[in-house]
């Protein structure tokens, strides 16, 4: 019998399988973020967007999300 090596993405899908079935979802999550290296300066790139705004403006945006949903 003639197996077919498996994609990049099948290994993918059935490595998350793997994980959810031993782990749980909640401990596939964290295992996975365990790989997650992000990058940059978290801090100094929420000054950059965070001191641009003020309640007033977040509210509005909130409001105005609400109102784009409906």
Known sequence: MDEQP???DQ???AGIR????????AGMIKFMQQF???SGDYTKERHQ???T???QT???RIQ????DKS
């Open 58 to 60: 977040i509210a509005e």
């Open 53 to 55: 705004q003020n309640v």
């Open 36 to 38: 997650e290296l992000g």
């Open 49 to 51: 967007w965070l001191d």
């Open 18 to 25: 793997a994980l959810i079935r031993e782990l749980g979802t």
């Open 6 to 8: 498996m994609t990049l």
């Open 11 to 13: 290994i993918r899908q």
């Open 64 to 67: 105005q999300r609400r109102e």
